[in-house]
């Protein structure tokens, strides 16, 4: 039996790298699928920042706010919303159900890689995310007025999909700890609020100066200022400053996430 | 008994067969509650296995343990002479487990696929879904399936990767007669593929149709063990129930009587075999009307393993 396990063992780490990667795809493939069809995640993500975008970006939006175009500047803080949305329900909301309901220990059991789950879910939100940029940028660039050239609009979305990681290991730590059925109630719990204090629906200079301080210590403001100083706005603080509190707070929530993730398989195998 | 013979040879031929799987020693406590004692369980290499019990007994924990999604709090656990977490043991086993909710929004092949992903060399997905009689079905939405199809789905998940050996936890609990008899059909196919399997079950008549070998679990131990012949000797007894004017100890005393209720007007007697004591009965009283002679339900039949094991009946 010895001799057994040790073959056995010698070619565990031997899944061809071709087939990892075919399983990697499958699962964000599907994982896609499954959220587009699933109208509270695609048309929920989709629609509220793109209809407030309209409503205060494009329709009430007449002035300048801090020099810019008020079209120009909401693109930057309705996409970070939108950004954070896909995220925060395409990993927290799937992750609880599925863990709570018994379809995780079904996953589990067969022999899919555990990392190629939580990938799966992540680069769904990614495309998501990219696809609520792009929309904003379009609505911007059609109605709003707004002039950006094609290296400027690349790096806005390039930064807000890679800005959206943080909210996806958010989401997981939420995951973990939600209920299957409460989830969606406890991320806008935390969604909406964090998102109107970072300065997301209102620019931060019409909020009073005790909660433009406090915004300082919140994920998305530095994701939203980032996205800011490209389209020309922002407080012009260092970008490194902002990225090392995105990073910061992944590594957190990803703590947290881990804690989970091990007290289930405590459970499950403990 | 006579029991004892044909048990024996059941249990030679089994062991004839390797091991593909093992519980050696096994016990698993949630928090105070002891889901399983001490279990010595072996499946057969191409053997149908039922692990029978109530619910509660300890059958879904034994199969999490095989699975590798629970660890036993004491003794080992061993597939294919491998602890069941590593890639490579998994890649060899497929389940079907219970599940509350499954993503509706993936349609019956997308689900196939994707499992289908996940072993070296699964079936062809047209026949995963031949196997699994889901041909007709194979672009539905899962959220639109009827219960039926929604367990062979399940079942097509656990078969896809061509596993050499499947656990099946309460394939039909919640099915009807007519989705349980299809399921039943494929099951069988399955075990004529060469494939391993173990099944759980509350149902003895679903042990009995499907198993080469039946275990019956209760309160976490294995109170039991044989062919499906075996054991329905020792558990499937007949209920009497007539109404009569022998008084209810007298009946009592009467050889093979297990035991005796009153249930309003009418009296139920428990036996092993049914025939001799109303036989008896009617030789004793004439005026003996209203009689009704079913199969004791599992329930019943654990009262009486669970006795014979305090030796009441050794003789």
Same mark, same amino acid.
């Given at each position: 039996?010895?001799?057994? %396990?040790?073959? =056995?063992?010698?070619? !565990?780490?031997?899944?061809?790298?071709?087939?990892?990667?075919?399983?990697?795809?499958?699962?964000?493939?599907?994982?896609?699928?499954?959220?587009?069809?699933?109208?509270?995640?695609?048309?929920?993500?989709?629609?509220?920042?793109?209809?407030?975008?309209?409503?205060?970006?494009?329709?009430?939006?007449?002035?300048?706010?801090?020099?810019?175009?008020?079209?120009?500047?909401?693109?930057?803080?309705?996409?970070?919303? /939108?950004?954070?949305?896909?995220?925060?329900?395409?990993?927290?909301?799937?992750?609880?159900?599925?863990?709570?309901?018994?379809?995780?220990?079904?996953?589990?059991?067969?022999?899919?890689?555990?990392?190629?789950?939580?990938?799966?879910?992540?680069?769904?939100?990614? @495309?998501?995310?990219?696809?609520?940029?792009?929309?904003?940028?379009?609505?911007?660039?059609?109605?709003?007025?707004?002039?950006?050239? =094609? %290296?400027?609009?690349?790096?806005?979305?390039?930064?807000?999909?890679?800005?959206?990681?943080?909210?996806?290991?958010? /989401?997981?730590?939420?995951?973990?700890? !939600?209920?299957?059925?409460?989830?969606?109630?406890?991320?806008?719990?935390?969604?909406? $609020?964090?998102?109107?204090? %970072?300065?997301?629906?209102?620019?931060?200079?019409?909020?009073?100066?005790?909660?433009?301080?406090?915004?300082?210590?919140?994920?998305?403001?530095?994701?939203?200022?980032? &996205?800011?100083?490209?389209? /020309?706005?922002?407080?012009?603080?260092?970008?490194?400053?902002?990225?090392?509190?995105?990073?910061?707070?992944?590594?957190?929530?990803?703590?947290?996430?881990?804690?989970?993730?091990?007290?289930?398989?405590?459970?499950?195998?403990? | 008994?006579?029991?004892?013979?044909?048990?024996?040879?059941?249990?030679?031929?089994?062991?004839? &067969? $390797?091991?593909?799987?093992?519980?050696?020693?096994?016990?698993?406590?949630?928090?105070?509650?002891?889901?399983?004692?001490?279990?010595?369980?072996?499946?057969?290499?191409?053997?149908?296995?039922?692990?029978?019990?109530?619910?509660?007994?300890?059958?879904?924990?034994?199969?999490?343990?095989?699975?590798?999604?629970?660890?036993?709090?004491?003794?080992?656990?061993?597939?294919?002479?491998?602890?069941?977490?590593?890639?490579?043991?998994?890649?060899?086993?497929?389940?079907?487990?219970?599940?509350?909710?499954?993503?509706?929004?993936?349609?019956?092949?997308?689900?196939?696929?994707?499992?289908?992903?996940?072993?070296?060399? $699964?079936?062809?997905?047209?026949?995963?879904?031949?196997?699994?009689?889901?041909?007709?079905?194979?672009?539905?939405?899962?959220?639109?399936?009827?219960?039926?199809?929604?367990?062979?789905?399940?079942?097509?998940?656990?078969?896809?990767?061509?596993?050499?050996?499947?656990?099946?936890?309460?394939?039909?609990?919640?099915?009807?007669?007519?989705?349980?008899?299809?399921?039943?059909?494929? @099951?069988?196919?399955?075990?004529?593929?060469?494939?391993?399997?173990?099944?759980?079950?509350?149902?003895? *008549?679903?042990?009995?149709?499907?198993?080469?070998? @039946?275990?019956?679990?209760?309160?976490?131990?294995?109170?039991?063990?044989?062919?499906? %012949?075996?054991?329905?000797?020792?558990?499937?007894?007949?209920?009497?129930?007539?109404?009569?004017?022998?008084?209810?100890?007298?009946?009592?005393?009467?050889?093979?009587?297990?035991?005796?209720?009153?249930?309003?007007?009418? =009296?139920?007697?428990?036996?092993?075999?049914? *025939?001799?004591?109303?036989?008896?009965?009617?030789?004793?009283?004439?005026?003996?009307?209203?009689?009704?002679?079913?199969?004791?339900?599992?329930?019943?039949?654990?009262?009486?393993?669970?006795?014979?094991?305090?030796?009441?009946?050794?003789?």
């Amino acid at each position: 039996m010895a001799t057994a %396990s040790t073959t =056995l063992t010698s070619s !565990a780490a031997q899944r061809p790298l071709g087939h990892m990667l075919r399983i990697y795809l499958k699962e964000a493939k599907y994982e896609f699928l499954k959220n587009l069809r699933l109208r509270a995640y695609s048309v929920s993500t989709i629609f509220f920042p793109v209809m407030f975008y309209i409503l205060f970006g494009l329709v009430l939006g007449r002035n300048t706010i801090g020099g810019l175009s008020t079209s120009a500047y909401l693109i930057a803080t309705y996409s970070t919303f /939108g950004v954070m949305g896909a995220s925060l329900f395409g990993t927290a909301a799937a992750l609880a159900a599925e863990r709570g309901l018994g379809w995780l220990q079904v996953k589990r059991a067969s022999p899919m890689p555990p990392f190629a789950y939580f990938a799966g879910k992540v680069i769904m939100s990614m @495309i998501f995310s990219t696809t609520v940029v792009m929309l904003l940028l379009l609505l911007g660039f059609t109605f709003g007025g707004v002039h950006m050239g =094609l %290296s400027q609009t690349a790096q806005l979305v390039a930064t807000l999909v890679v800005g959206s990681l943080p909210f996806c290991t958010m /989401g997981l730590a939420i995951g973990y700890f !939600a209920g299957p059925n409460s989830a969606p109630a406890t991320i806008n719990m935390i969604y909406l $609020p964090l998102s109107f204090c %970072s300065g997301l629906w209102v620019p931060l200079m019409f909020l009073p100066k005790l909660m433009r301080d406090f915004a300082r210590f919140l994920p998305p403001y530095h994701l939203s200022q980032l &996205a800011l100083g490209i389209v /020309g706005a922002g407080r012009h603080e260092s970008n490194w400053t902002h990225w090392e509190y995105l990073i910061g707070f992944s590594v957190l929530c990803l703590g947290v996430a881990r804690f989970g993730f091990q007290r289930d398989e405590g459970k499950m195998y403990g | 008994m006579i029991a004892t013979l044909p048990e024996s040879s059941a249990r030679e031929r089994a062991t004839g &067969a $390797p091991v593909v799987a093992r519980l050696h020693g096994v016990s698993k406590n949630y928090g105070e509650i002891k889901a399983l004692r001490q279990v010595d369980f072996n499946i057969h290499a191409g053997e149908l296995v039922a692990l029978l019990g109530p619910n509660g007994a300890g059958k879904t924990t034994a199969v999490k343990l095989f699975l590798g999604l629970a660890k036993p709090n004491q003794g080992t656990v061993s597939v294919f002479g491998g602890n069941p977490v590593h890639p490579e043991v998994r890649v060899r086993t497929g389940a079907m487990l219970q599940v509350s909710r499954v993503p509706e929004t993936l349609r019956v092949r997308e689900h196939i696929d994707l499992f289908s992903s996940y072993y070296p060399e $699964p079936l062809p997905i047209s026949e995963t879904l031949s196997i699994a009689g889901l041909e007709t079905i194979k672009d539905r939405l899962f959220g639109d399936l009827s219960g039926g199809q929604r367990q062979r789905v399940l079942f097509a998940l656990a078969l896809c990767g061509d596993p050499d050996l499947l656990f099946l936890d309460e394939p039909t609990v919640g099915l009807d007669v007519e989705a349980r008899r299809v399921l039943w059909e494929q @099951i069988r196919k399955l075990v004529a593929r060469g494939k391993s399997v173990l099944l759980t079950t509350h149902y003895l *008549e679903e042990a009995d149709a499907l198993a080469d070998r @039946i275990v019956v679990i209760h309160q976490g131990a294995i109170i039991a063990e044989g062919t499906p %012949s075996e054991i329905k000797a020792q558990t499937a007894g007949k209920k009497i129930r007539c109404v009569t004017r022998l008084e209810l100890d007298a009946v009592r005393r009467l050889p093979g009587v297990l035991e005796v209720h009153q249930d309003r007007e009418a =009296l139920e007697i428990h036996t092993a075999v049914a *025939e001799p004591i109303i036989r008896e009965l009617l030789a004793r009283d004439a005026s003996l009307s209203g009689i009704e002679v079913t199969s004791a339900g599992l329930e019943e039949a654990f009262l009486a393993l669970t006795r014979d094991d305090n030796g009441k009946t050794a003789a």
